[in-house]
């Protein structure tokens, strides 16, 4: 069985073996290249969520000032 997967930009191939070769689990086969990109991703996509909540977190406790109407509040701002 043959699947094409694509995920954002990365366009994999994996070759998925039937379950009566594997009665255990599945085997699904990629190259390297493409492996290392999708870890690569998901560790992007680990830091990014790890951001996220911390800045969540410093807008439920106060600690963020915006949006500006003009860039002299922002300067202002930033004086402080």
């Given at each position: 069985?043959?699947?094409?997967?694509?995920?954002?930009?990365?366009?994999?191939?994996?070759?998925?073996?039937?379950?009566?070769?594997?009665?255990?689990?599945?085997?699904?086969?990629?190259?390297?290249?493409?492996?290392?990109?999708?870890?690569?991703?998901?560790?992007?996509?680990?830091?990014?969520?790890?951001?996220?909540?911390?800045?969540?977190?410093?807008?439920?406790?106060?600690?963020?000032?915006?949006?500006?109407?003009?860039?002299?509040?922002l300067?202002a701002?930033?004086?402080?």
């Amino acid at each position: 069985m043959l699947r094409i997967w694509q995920y954002n930009e990365i366009i994999m191939t994996p070759l998925t073996i039937s379950k009566k070769f594997l009665p255990k689990d599945d085997l699904v086969i990629i190259a390297r290249k493409q492996y290392e990109r999708l870890l690569k991703h998901i560790r992007w996509q680990e830091e990014l969520d790890r951001d996220l909540q911390r800045s969540l977190e410093e807008v439920k406790q106060g600690k963020f000032e915006g949006p500006f109407s003009t860039v002299e509040e922002l300067k202002a701002s930033l004086e402080r």
